[in-house]
């Protein structure tokens, strides 16, 4: 199996270089560069192609929301990546070109308002910065396997403590593109409920909760289930 390529960006230095050596000791794991400032971080992800990226949201040069929203824009290719194809396949390699780094993002704070705009820039999850070392590595090889490293509940409170003072008139029409059944599913999902309390809820299979959800993420372009819960506080649709 391809080791999972990790790079991190974030303007400590030392921080940077002990994560260096946390991933450089795990046997699945690849460190492929560190960057110090939003706009290296960039080049950084263009030049090694990371399949996970650890990104500081505060950063000099350019913020690490703005560096992740940057690296994910699909329409923005690099021209010359730099990737070891002694250590994959043709196939393997391929895939690293094809694809786009899972983002986490690095915070201090529990209720970090910015949280929420990286969680629309397309970030993956954040830890926090004092975490244990244990969980740093479950969390990059949670991202890199699909999930995220944010619970949909977490992400409620933080949105509900932001919004809680600001009354927002809600707009159905941003769920409009969902069928009736999709809409039920779209705003039980949306309290951060998981999969099994959904199905419970809802009377339906894991199975159809997890076909409802596949269906939602694609018609609202939306990536990951605390992208619901986002979509549904902005636009009015939870209390």
Same mark, same amino acid.
């Given at each position: 199996?391809?080791?999972?390529?990790?790079?991190?960006?974030?303007?400590?230095?030392?921080?940077?270089?002990?994560?260096?050596?946390?991933?450089?000791?795990?046997?699945?794991?690849?460190?492929?560069?560190?960057?110090?400032?939003?706009?290296?971080?960039?080049?950084?992800?263009?030049?090694?192609?990371?399949?996970?990226?650890?990104?500081?949201?505060?950063?000099?040069?350019?913020?690490?929301?703005?560096?992740? @929203?940057? %690296? $994910? /824009? #699909?329409?923005? !290719?690099?021209?010359?990546?730099? &990737?070891?194809? *002694?250590?994959?396949?043709?196939?393997?390699? @391929?895939? %690293? $070109? /094809? #694809?786009?780094? !899972?983002?986490?993002?690095?915070? &201090?704070?529990? *209720?970090?308002?910015?949280?929420?705009?990286?969680?629309?820039?397309?970030?993956?999850?954040?830890?926090?910065?004092?975490?244990?070392?244990?969980?740093?590595?479950?969390?990059?090889?949670?991202?890199?396997?699909?999930?995220?490293?944010?619970?949909?509940?977490?992400?409620?409170?933080?949105?509900?403590?932001?919004?809680?003072?600001?009354?927002?008139?809600?707009?159905?029409?941003?769920?409009?593109?969902?069928?009736?059944?999709?809409?039920?599913?779209?705003?039980?999902?949306?309290?951060?409920?998981?999969?099994?309390?959904?199905?419970?809820?809802?009377?339906?299979?894991?199975?159809?909760?997890?076909?409802?959800?596949?269906?939602?993420?694609?018609?609202?372009?939306?990536?990951?289930?605390?992208?619901?819960?986002?979509?549904?506080?902005?636009?009015?649709?939870?209390?």
């Amino acid at each position: 199996m391809r080791a999972i390529r990790v790079a991190i960006a974030d303007d400590q230095q030392l921080f940077c270089s002990g994560i260096q050596m946390l991933i450089e000791s795990q046997p699945d794991l690849k460190f492929v560069g560190a960057a110090y400032d939003g706009e290296a971080a960039i080049a950084l992800a263009r030049a090694a192609r990371p399949d996970v990226m650890l990104m500081d949201i505060r950063m000099p040069l350019l913020d690490g929301i703005e560096a992740t @929203a940057r %690296i $994910l /824009d #699909a329409t923005d !290719k690099p021209n010359a990546p730099d &990737t070891d194809t *002694r250590e994959c396949s043709s196939d393997d390699c @391929a895939t %690293i $070109l /094809d #694809a786009q780094p !899972k983002v986490i993002m690095l915070t &201090t704070f529990q *209720r970090d308002e910015a949280v929420v705009r990286a969680i629309h820039a397309g970030a993956d999850g954040f830890i926090m910065k004092d975490t244990t070392p244990e969980f740093v590595l479950a969390s990059i090889r949670t991202v890199y396997a699909g999930h995220s490293v944010i619970a949909p509940s977490d992400t409620a409170d933080i949105i509900r403590a932001q919004t809680s003072q600001k009354y927002r008139e809600p707009t159905a029409e941003s769920i409009s593109a969902l069928s009736a059944r999709e809409k039920e599913v779209f705003l039980i999902a949306a309290r951060g409920l998981s999969n099994a309390d959904i199905a419970q809820t809802a009377y339906i299979s894991e199975a159809t909760v997890k076909s409802h959800i596949r269906n939602i993420l694609a018609k609202l372009s939306l990536t990951s289930r605390v992208q619901i819960v986002a979509h549904a506080y902005e636009n009015g649709l939870l209390r």
